[in-house]
């Protein structure tokens, strides 16, 4: 795993990639009693003719893990060295990607995080934090979807935070995905004023005909109330 701290005053100090842990933090550390975290995902695949391991667009995830760090007030970092970071520690940890039978197409998840460390309760300023990275294998297998749709519990709101992947968003949406998963359902399609906005963790395309008989690709606007993700910003 990944690991870099910074303080007030004194900056980020050298990352480290070290054996997976547990992560030792104060108690109070306002991370836990304000949800002062944000985070990203990157899938990285290994290329099937090379062998070499690559991602898509991965700035575009740091940077949105950038601006979702900012939007709390945590320190600001500089992508490039923290793409030369995760570079490293897939290319040390690449022995983890899974081989499946089939042909079936395996990946290594990139989970960062950014949480502030803090000893002292209080709701301000991060003067401590901490990057981490952690790499967990999984399969990249497609599978239909059901989907319930919420009209009374809502993930996103106009002048909300739905547009930033910080910790305090999905939290209170554990209720509804459970109940959705409950009675037979993969994950929950919510919706707002009668509009569909996003999965869970999924921007949400639509294949219609017009009433003019031509196919058209739609999706949600992004006007703060989605997480614009990579995908969907390289298909619109």
């Not at 030369?84 to 197409?105: A, G, H, I, R, Y």
């Not at 939290?171 to 996003?198: H, M, R, S, Y």
Request: hydrophobic share 40%.
């Amino acid at each position: 795993m990944l690991q870099a701290d910074w303080e007030m005053g004194k900056g980020w100090g050298k990352p480290r990639i070290l054996p997976y842990e547990p992560i030792k933090i104060d108690t109070t550390a306002t991370s836990l009693h304000y949800g002062i975290s944000a985070f990203e995902g990157i899938s990285v695949v290994r290329n099937a003719k090379n062998g070499k391991s690559q991602a898509f667009r991965t700035q575009n995830n740091l940077n949105s893990f950038l601006a979702a760090s900012e939007h709390l007030d945590l320190p600001s970092f500089n992508t490039d060295e923290l793409l030369e970071c995760c570079k490293q520690l897939v290319k040390l940890d690449k022995s983890w990607f899974p081989e499946l039978p089939n042909d079936t197409p395996g990946q290594l998840y990139l989970r960062l995080a950014h949480i502030a460390t803090d000893e002292v309760l209080g709701v301000r300023t991060a003067r401590k934090s901490k990057i981490f990275a952690i790499l967990n294998p999984t399969t990249l297998k497609p599978k239909t979807l059901r989907l319930k749709c919420s009209t009374e519990v809502f993930k996103n709101w106009p002048l909300g935070h739905g547009n930033f992947r910080i910790a305090s968003n999905f939290g209170p949406l554990v209720p509804t995905i459970q109940d959705a998963k409950i009675n037979g359902f993969d994950d929950v399609l919510w919706t707002l004023d009668g509009f569909v906005k996003e999965m869970t963790v999924i921007n949400v395309f639509a294949l219609i005909k017009s009433r003019y008989g031509v196919l058209e690709l739609i999706t949600p606007p992004d006007d703060g109330c989605i997480f614009n993700g990579s995908v969907r910003k390289s298909i619109v």
